[in-house]
């Protein structure tokens, strides 16, 4: 059975930090893009971030860049998602979810309806 689990959620105030782990079992991350998404109440759920174990390729939406970064783990086959320097606009249910269309992460891709399986969510609340 394939599952993704969210964790690392939390409270923080702007310009603090926090990391989002997403574990992965009944599939190993290598095969497929990864993505993780967010979405505040009222919004459509965003693309945040992607990457592909097999080319490396990542991708970030513009107003994550330079904040945000997606890594991986294969031992734990885990993907991470570090969150920087972090902003009010930034609160929301962030979920990870894989891509069995694709192995590769690519701007394209980080739209939801690309996605196959999702996790449960985390919530990140950042206070100002």
């Known amino acids: 059975e394939v599952q993704l689990v969210e964790s690392g959620g939390g409270l923080v105030q702007a310009g603090g930090s926090l990391r989002l782990s997403c574990a992965a079992s009944?599939?190993?991350?290598?095969?497929?893009?990864i993505g993780w998404f967010r979405q505040a109440p009222g919004k459509e759920r965003e693309g945040v971030s992607c990457i592909s174990r097999s080319d490396g390729s990542t991708y970030y939406a513009d107003s994550v860049k330079g904040r945000f970064t997606i890594s991986s783990d294969n031992a734990k086959n885990t993907v991470y998602l570090q969150m920087n320097s972090l902003k009010p606009e930034d609160t929301a249910v962030y979920y990870c979810?894989?891509?069995?269309?694709?192995?590769?992460?690519?701007?394209?891709?980080?739209?939801?309806?690309?996605?196959?399986?999702w996790g449960q969510g985390t919530q990140v609340t950042v206070s100002s």
């Open positions: 979810a894989a891509d069995l269309g694709s192995r590769w992460c690519r701007p394209y891709r980080l739209r939801f309806t690309f996605y196959d399986y």
């Open positions: 009944g599939f190993t991350l290598d095969d497929y893009n």
